[in-house]
C-alpha cells in the first residue's frame, strides 16, 4: 500500500507553489482561460490525456491500467470579483493577486493545487491502485451559467461510467489538520430568485387610481413570513431573505415597477422544492390582488449537497486511518451552496472540509471576504484525505443501498440562467 502521508508530505513545496501560482493570477468565471491552460500543461506532463469542453472546463482522464472501479475527483477553479487586502487577520499575507479586484477569496486555488497534487501521485504510482480517475476542474461554481452542466452532460453523452465521487472545499473555520466528513448534507441547497413587479403609476394624492408594485410586494414579503410555520417541519434547517429591494425615486410618486431579489437556504431537498414552487404560486396570487404582474429575472435552483452515508463512513474510517482519529472535525453544515451537490446526486460520494485555520498565522477570515486566506500547510492534510477516500474506494468498492440517483436533466434545467419570462 501506498505510504499516503509520505508522498504528500514529499510534494509540500510544489502544492504551495502551484497554490501561488493560482491565487497571483485569479480569473473570474467563465474567463477561466490561463488557468485551464495551466491545468493542461501539468496534466499533459503527467502523461494524462485532458478534455476542455466548451463553458465546462477540464476533464483530466487517468487510467492504472487495469480493470476496477472508477473516481471522479473534483476542483473548481473560478475566482470572485472581490478586491482582495494585503493582510490577513494577523499579517502580511504570502501571496496576493495580480488581477486587481480580482481574487481567489473562497480557496479555489488551493482546491486546484490539492486536485493537482493528487492526481501527480496517483500518476506516479499507478502500479499500486487499480481502476481508472476522472479528473474534473470545474468552471464558474461561483457565479453566472455554472459549469457543472457542460461538465455532467459530457460524461453522460459520451457513457463515461462513474462508480464514485469525491469533492472538498477550504473550511475558514475548520483548523488546519483538521477535516469533516459528516453523513447528510454537508452544505445547504439554493434557491436564487430575482423579479421585476410592474404596475402602473400614479400620484401619492390619488394612490386608488394607481396599481403600486411596492404594496404588492409588502402583501407578498408579508404573506411568506408566515410560510415557515405552515408548511415546513419545525426541525427542518431553512432560511430565506431579500438582499436586494429597489422602487421608485420621488416620495410622491408612485411608481410603476419594483425590482426584488434574495435566496432561500434549506438542508432538506424536497423542503426547498417546495418552497420554490408555492413562492411562485403564492406570488402570481399576490399580483393579481393588487393589479400587478410579475417578470421572473432569476429563478436558479441548487440542491443542498448531501453525502452518501456509506461513502461517508468508508471516508472516515480511511482519513482517521492516515491522519489519525483525531483529524477527523464534527461541525455543523454549511449553509452555503455548492454545485458539487448535482454531482452527489448523479453519482455516490462525499464532499469534505479541509481545515485551513490558524490564528497565529492569520488564516480563518471568513470566505468571500477580502481577509480570507489559506494557511497552506492544511493543503497536505487535504491531499492526504483525498488519497486515503479514493484508494480505499478504489480498493473495496463498497455497496451503496442508501443512494438514489437522480434524474440528470430535470436538475441541470434548474441551474441554468433562463431569459426573462412572465409568471
Same mark, same amino acid.
Given at each position: 500500500?501506498?505510504?499516503?502521508?509520505?508522498?504528500?508530505?514529499?510534494?509540500?513545496?510544489?502544492?504551495?507553489?502551484?497554490?501561488?501560482?493560482?491565487?497571483?493570477?485569479?480569473? &473570474?468565471?467563465?474567463?477561466?482561460?490561463?488557468?485551464?491552460?495551466?491545468?493542461?500543461?501539468?496534466?499533459?506532463?503527467?502523461?494524462?490525456?485532458?478534455?476542455?469542453?466548451?463553458?465546462?472546463?477540464?476533464?483530466?482522464?487517468?487510467?492504472?491500467?487495469?480493470?476496477?472501479?472508477?473516481?471522479?475527483?473534483?476542483?473548481?477553479?473560478?475566482?470572485?470579483?472581490?478586491?482582495?487586502?494585503?493582510?490577513?487577520?494577523?499579517?502580511?499575507?504570502?501571496?496576493?493577486?495580480?488581477?486587481?479586484?480580482?481574487?481567489?477569496?473562497?480557496?479555489?486555488?488551493?482546491?486546484?493545487?490539492?486536485?493537482?497534487?493528487?492526481?501527480?501521485?496517483?500518476?506516479?504510482?499507478?502500479?499500486?491502485?487499480?481502476?481508472?480517475?476522472?479528473?474534473?476542474?470545474?468552471?464558474?461554481?461561483?457565479?453566472?451559467?455554472?459549469?457543472?452542466?457542460?461538465?455532467?452532460?459530457?460524461?453522460?453523452?459520451?457513457?463515461?461510467?462513474?462508480?464514485?465521487?469525491?469533492?472538498?472545499?477550504?473550511?475558514?473555520?475548520?483548523?488546519?489538520?483538521?477535516?469533516?466528513?459528516?453523513?447528510?448534507?454537508?452544505?445547504?441547497?439554493?434557491?436564487?430568485?430575482?423579479?421585476?413587479?410592474?404596475?402602473?403609476?400614479?400620484?401619492?394624492?390619488?394612490?386608488?387610481?394607481?396599481?403600486?408594485?411596492?404594496?404588492?410586494?409588502?402583501?407578498?414579503?408579508?404573506?411568506?413570513?408566515?410560510?415557515?410555520?405552515?408548511?415546513?417541519?419545525?426541525?427542518?434547517?431553512?432560511?430565506?431573505?431579500?438582499?436586494?429591494?429597489?422602487?421608485?425615486?420621488?416620495?410622491?410618486?408612485?411608481?410603476?415597477?419594483?425590482?426584488?431579489?434574495?435566496?432561500?437556504?434549506? &438542508?432538506?431537498?424536497?423542503?426547498?422544492?417546495?418552497?420554490?414552487?408555492?413562492?411562485?404560486?403564492?406570488?402570481?396570487?399576490?399580483?393579481?390582488?393588487?393589479?400587478?404582474?410579475?417578470?421572473?429575472?432569476?429563478?436558479?435552483?441548487?440542491?443542498?449537497?448531501?453525502?452518501?452515508?456509506?461513502?461517508?463512513?468508508?471516508?472516515?474510517?480511511?482519513?482517521?486511518?492516515?491522519?489519525?482519529?483525531?483529524?477527523?472535525?464534527?461541525?455543523?453544515?454549511?449553509?452555503?451552496?455548492?454545485?458539487?451537490?448535482?454531482?452527489?446526486?448523479?453519482?455516490?460520494?462525499?464532499?469534505?472540509?479541509?481545515?485551513?485555520?490558524?490564528?497565529?498565522?492569520?488564516?480563518?477570515?471568513?470566505?468571500?471576504?477580502?481577509?480570507?486566506?489559506?494557511?497552506?500547510?492544511?493543503?497536505?492534510?487535504?491531499?492526504?484525505?483525498?488519497?486515503?477516500?479514493? &484508494?480505499?474506494?478504489?480498493?473495496?468498492?463498497?455497496?451503496?443501498?442508501?443512494?438514489?440517483?437522480?434524474?440528470?436533466?430535470?436538475?441541470?434545467?434548474?441551474?441554468?440562467?433562463?431569459?426573462?419570462?412572465?409568471?
Amino acid at each position: 500500500m501506498l505510504d499516503i502521508k509520505k508522498l504528500a508530505e514529499a510534494e509540500a513545496e510544489r502544492l504551495t507553489a502551484l497554490r501561488r501560482h493560482f491565487h497571483a493570477h485569479p480569473e &473570474l468565471s467563465q474567463q477561466e482561460f490561463a488557468t485551464m491552460d495551466f491545468i493542461e500543461k501539468e496534466l499533459a506532463a503527467l502523461s494524462i490525456p485532458t478534455v476542455r469542453v466548451p463553458h465546462g472546463g477540464v476533464f483530466g482522464f487517468l487510467d492504472s491500467g487495469r480493470p476496477g472501479w472508477t473516481v471522479l475527483m473534483r476542483a473548481d477553479i473560478d475566482a470572485l470579483p472581490i478586491a482582495e487586502s494585503e493582510r490577513n487577520l494577523a499579517r502580511k499575507k504570502a501571496c496576493v493577486s495580480e488581477n486587481p479586484g480580482v481574487s481567489h477569496a473562497c480557496g479555489h486555488d488551493g482546491h486546484m493545487a490539492m486536485l493537482l497534487t493528487e492526481a501527480k501521485i496517483l500518476a506516479e504510482h499507478r502500479e499500486d491502485w487499480e481502476g481508472k480517475i476522472v479528473l474534473m476542474f470545474e468552471e464558474a461554481e461561483e457565479m453566472g451559467e455554472r459549469g457543472i452542466a457542460p461538465m455532467l452532460r459530457y460524461l453522460s453523452d459520451h457513457k463515461v461510467h462513474v462508480d464514485a465521487c469525491w469533492g472538498s472545499h477550504v473550511m475558514y473555520c475548520v483548523p488546519v489538520g483538521k477535516v469533516a466528513l459528516m453523513d447528510g448534507a454537508m452544505l445547504a441547497g439554493a434557491f436564487f430568485f430575482r423579479v421585476v413587479l410592474h404596475g402602473k403609476s400614479g400620484h401619492g394624492s390619488m394612490p386608488h387610481l394607481a396599481a403600486s408594485p411596492i404594496d404588492c410586494f409588502t402583501a407578498f414579503a408579508s404573506a411568506l413570513q408566515s410560510y415557515r410555520m405552515r408548511r415546513i417541519r419545525p426541525d427542518t434547517s431553512f432560511t430565506y431573505s431579500f438582499g436586494m429591494v429597489q422602487a421608485g425615486d420621488t416620495p410622491n410618486v408612485i411608481p410603476d415597477t419594483l425590482t426584488f431579489a434574495g435566496t432561500a437556504r434549506y &438542508l432538506d431537498n424536497p423542503c426547498g422544492e417546495a418552497f420554490r414552487e408555492d413562492f411562485w404560486k403564492l406570488l402570481r396570487q399576490v399580483c393579481e390582488d393588487y393589479g400587478c404582474t410579475a417578470e421572473v429575472m432569476e429563478d436558479q435552483f441548487f440542491p443542498a449537497t448531501v453525502n452518501t452515508k456509506e461513502a461517508a463512513a468508508l471516508g472516515r474510517r480511511a482519513i482517521a486511518e492516515t491522519l489519525g482519529q483525531d483529524a477527523l472535525f464534527e461541525m455543523a453544515p454549511w449553509m452555503a451552496a455548492e454545485t458539487f451537490s448535482i454531482t452527489e446526486l448523479t453519482y455516490p460520494g462525499v464532499f469534505a472540509f479541509t481545515g485551513i485555520q490558524d490564528e497565529e498565522t492569520g488564516s480563518g477570515a471568513n470566505h468571500h471576504t477580502p481577509e480570507f486566506d489559506i494557511d497552506e500547510r492544511g493543503l497536505v492534510y487535504g491531499v492526504e484525505a483525498a488519497l486515503s477516500y479514493v &484508494l480505499a474506494m478504489l480498493r473495496e468498492k463498497p455497496p451503496f443501498p442508501s443512494f438514489v440517483k437522480k434524474d440528470l436533466e430535470p436538475m441541470l434545467r434548474l441551474t441554468e440562467i433562463r431569459p426573462p419570462r412572465a409568471l
